[in-house]
């Protein structure tokens, strides 16, 4: 199995940046793809960004395209997320998902709180 921890997040004002980083341990062969999700109080879980473990193709959700970008070190099997220009409504809890050829592997979660 693949294990994942998470760090990074914390209070920022609008305008700020953070990064948030993912570091997966275990099976890690098995991973195909690494990114993240983020769950706003009240709201459903949704799609971030991802990252394929091989190729280094990224997508993006449209609402962070050109603030936020995903990188990864194969060599640290470490997923990094830059998020820059960040908004109030960026706020939420961001989880690691990392795609691997049993399923999926989720992280415990961050808190991401962006001021006004």
């Known amino acids: 199995q693949v294990q994942v921890v998470e760090s990074g997040g914390g209070l920022v004002q609008a305008g700020g940046s953070l990064r948030l980083s993912c570091a997966a341990s275990?099976?890690?062969?098995?991973?195909?793809?690494m990114g993240w999700f983020r769950q706003a109080p009240g709201k459903e879980r949704e799609f971030v960004t991802t990252?394929?473990?091989?190729?280094?193709?990224?997508y993006y959700t449209d609402s962070v395209k050109g603030r936020y970008f995903i990188s990864k070190d194969n060599a640290k099997n470490t997923v990094y997320l830059q998020m820059n220009s960040l908004k109030p409504e960026d706020t939420a809890v961001y989880y690691c998902?990392?795609?691997?050829?049993?399923?999926?592997?989720w992280g415990q979660g961050t808190q991401v709180t962006v001021s006004s």
């Open positions: 990252i394929r473990w091989t190729g280094g193709s990224t």
């Open positions: 275990g099976r890690t062969f098995s991973i195909y793809t």
């Open positions: 998902n990392v795609g691997t050829s049993t399923g999926a592997v």
